[in-house]
């Protein structure tokens, strides 16, 4: 008996681990492989208006699809220190942040490291970003900017000093138009997968 039941658990511990797509680079190839996470971004877009790629690209430069990523923690003589930063999770949000979502939108059982969560937090900062600042929700970039630097650091222009940061803003613009130029040939096939499985809806 106990040979037996040793596969089941393993299958079932395999099947609980978190997702990680294994080609990042392919909007579709991420979708297909889990389907929920179509899901959760097409309510995201249907909440917020920000469109899936640019949502995606996003998640791609904070965490490449990892649950519980956090900054790196620096040391003093292999000694540990505190981390620099409380981000934490696909979107790496920030507590702060993280918090005024949480009261704006009611949702206090949800967390970080849950990818629906992430990414409706990441339309709601977009979406707020486009109202404080006017950035346009199609803007990969400017909206890049404007969640890493903040609203006030970026009507401060708080990157323009930062070239390193204006790169990768650009490779997030990049990334959404390679995104979105691929979920426009996939699209119609997802659709008919997520009908298919309705009860990912």
């Known amino acids: 008996m106990r040979r037996l039941l040793t596969p089941v658990c ?7 681990k978190a997702y990680i797509p294994s080609n990042t680079e392919n909007i579709c190839q991420i979708f ?9 971004v097409k309510i995201t877009r ?6 899936a790629h640019i949502t995606m690209a996003i998640v791609y ?28 999770g696909y979107a790496q949000a920030q507590d702060p942040a993280w918090n005024d979502y949480r009261r704006e939108t009611g949702k206090w059982g949800h967390d970080r490291d849950d990818f629906g969560d992430a990414v409706n937090f990441i339309g709601w900062y977009s979406n707020k ?26 009507r ?10 204006m790169k990768v803003a650009e490779k997030v ?14 699209e119609g096939r997802l659709e008919k997968k997520n009908n298919k499985w309705w009860f990912l809806r």
């Open 10 to 16: 393993a299958l079932f511990l395999v099947s609980c």
């Open 129 to 154: 970003s486009s109202e404080v600042l006017g950035i346009s929700k199609w803007d990969a970039y400017s909206q890049y900017l404007a969640y890493h630097e903040g609203w006030t650091g970026y």
């Open 46 to 51: 249907k909440r917020w208006g920000i469109p």
């Open 173 to 186: 613009r990049r990334v959404s138009s390679q995104y979105g130029k691929q979920l426009e040939k996939c």
């Open 61 to 88: 430069q904070e965490s490449s699809y990892r649950a519980k990523a956090r900054p790196k923690r620096p040391t003093f003589f292999f000694i540990p220190l505190p981390r620099r930063s409380s981000a934490y």
């Open 32 to 40: 297909e492989g889990n389907l929920g996470w179509y899901k959760d």
């Open 156 to 165: 401060n222009q708080s990157f323009k000093k930062k070239p390193s940061l």
